[in-house]
């Protein structure tokens, strides 16, 4: 039990060093304790080393791009201090660790990464603490292991997208709330105590039937029919004696819980109606969003492994809304549509509302209205590869809901609204401006989190495919969170075509070409909008319109005019001072090479991320006329994507 720091400092850089691609984990270097000794709060000195009073409680890896197998033996003397273990999202690769090393351990997230191969059937033996495991979009092999069916604690179990094999085992957990074992190769039938989960656990299971019903209890008829044997026979009038008197008993019994349970409904009902008299309306309300197909629409689709008829089924699969990641709060739609809700917009593919869940918590339900350009399977594993993306400048998505004719995107609310407003409404609405140092804060993030999305969305051609302002968040701290993104491939075609951005580009609308520099001139038109408080009127016209008030070719013809000043373009209401305008010429700069229409001279992802990220974000000593461009240094580089007049 290492509460001397030399002792925890070793075995963590030995478990450091037995991983790989340990680049985020550059502060795990030994020159600070990971705890501070006897230190009451909780405390973080090394990334993702949670301690408390000295002891190290948690180990919180997830999304650093670690890559090797994870060897947990080299852990071994925080046995009994370790509570949390998180390596999800990840490319780790090998077996699964060794986790029941940890008796105290409570939760152990190893959700998407590469673990594979069968998990032995004593792998959880002993971990009576666990509450929650979380082993999704692996490739595990082989049975469910049995040691997972008496944890006593276990709240969740998520297991989905694996190829675990073989038949569900009986889990008896008693606290057992979410099993979910998804897109697996398993066979047979749900055991009745798990039959009350939610169906979409269970899909995606080819060989997986609904459960078996237990065996009825006999009914009095039954036991009537039974008793034509001759032994039951002679036992007959002392047994019809026994089956009255239970049937009279359940007769009694089923009475008085029939009237309880109106009572009960009378109650709900009252305190329901109480609790939405004052907030009419609710996101049902503004919407008209109906939970589920009646019966009689049998256009609900998809098929569940547990219990009722196919319909029952259907309608109630109909009614759940998917999570996409394993960290947030539960909540269902039914939730969302008794949510007290405002109405946030309504942009191409319709209109976003903001709705506060029971627990306070506000989200954002975005209704699309042309997302079908692929079934359903296809969406769902669209919205998984969407739901594993992390990035601080990334909004994450938290759930969808899908039906045939009903997409709901459900994000978390962001607190300052939208770049757009900020840029083009705050005037308007007597609020301060974005100054200068804010506006190239958001360049800043919008570019890491494009360049994120690049590297992990390399199938696709335009992996953000509708970057604008409306699509830029801003936090309290005016941080930036992308929206809306890496949806091109479930928006329908003609509808992507006539409204994305991404098909307003100069390759689109003379070539039909969408490249892997679409988002690119996205990227360079934001900046342009940032930097010249203009909003760019290309994005509101439909179709292959061609326009000429676009807004780089306004910049391109002020840079190019001698008569112009380009100080003009720049936005007054950013403020700034000399020093900071040479920062601001170099973006203009590097917008510019971003818009250029022709797609071999613009700049690829890459180097335009790297200049953004290269510009200063504070005044320095420079002055704007002796080490930044003269306006002719700007204007004679135009056009040349290698050739920065700043840089
Ligand atoms: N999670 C969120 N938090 C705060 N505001 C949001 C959130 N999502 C969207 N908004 C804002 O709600 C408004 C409507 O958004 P919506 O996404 O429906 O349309 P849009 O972005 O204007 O157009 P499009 O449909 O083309 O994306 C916009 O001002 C948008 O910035």
Known sequence: LPTDSAALKNILLKFKSSLSNTAALSNWDGKSPPCNKEEDNTTLNWKGVFCSNGYIRGIQLPNMGLKGTVDLTLLVDLKEDLRSLNFADNSLQGPLPDLNIFGALKSAFLSNNQFSGNIPDDAFKGMGSLKKLHLANNTFTGPIPKSLTNLSNLIELKLQDNKFEGRIPDFQNPKLQVFNVSNNNLVGTIPPSLSKMDPSFFTGNKGLSQSSQATPTPTPA?????????????????????????????????????????????????????????????????????????????????SVGAGGSTRDKKAAESTKLSFVRDDREMFDLQDLLKASAE?????????????????????????????NNVGREEFQEHMRRIGRLRHPNLLPLVSYYYRKEEKLLISDFVDRGSLAVHLHGNQALGQPNLEWATRLKVIKGVAKGLGYLYKELPSLIAP???????????????????????????????????????????????????????????????????????????????????????????VNSVVESRDNNISDVFDKDMGGTNNSQGEMMKLLNIALACCEAEVEKRLDIKEAVEKIEELKERDGEDDFYSSCASEADIKSSRGKSDDFAFT
């Open 343 to 371: 109405i946030l917009g309504s942009g191409c593919f319709g209109s976003s509302y903001k709705a506060a869940l029971p627990s306070g918590h506000m989200m954002v339900v975005k209704r699309f209205k042309q997302m």
């Open 464 to 554: 953000h495919g509708h970057l604008k302002s409306s699509n830029v968040l801003l936090n309290e701290a005016y941080e930036p969170f992308l929206t809306d993104y890496g949806l091109t491939p479930v928006i329908n075609q003609e509808s992507s075509q006539d409204l994305m951005v991404a098909y307003k580009s100069p390759e689109f609308l003379q070539q039909g070409r969408i490249t892997k520099k679409t988002d690119v001139w996205g990227l360079g038109i934001l900046i342009l909008e940032i930097l010249t408080g203009k909003f760019p009127a290309n994005f509101l016209q439909q179709g292959k319109k061609k326009t000429d008030v676009d807004l780089a070719n306004w």
């Open 222 to 302: 039954d036991s009537g029919s039974n008793t034509k044997n001759p032994e039951s026979e002679s036992k007959g009038t002392y047994t019809l004696t026994i089956v009255l008197a239970m049937v009279g008993s359940l007769l009694g019994l089923a009475i008085i819980v029939a009237v309880l349970f109106i009572l009960c409904r009378k109650q709900r009902r009252k305190t329901t109606l109480s609790i939405e008299t004052p907030l009419p309306s609710n996101l049902q309300k503004k919407t008209g969003i109906r939970e589920t197909d009646r019966p009689s629409n049998s256009s609900s689709e998809g």
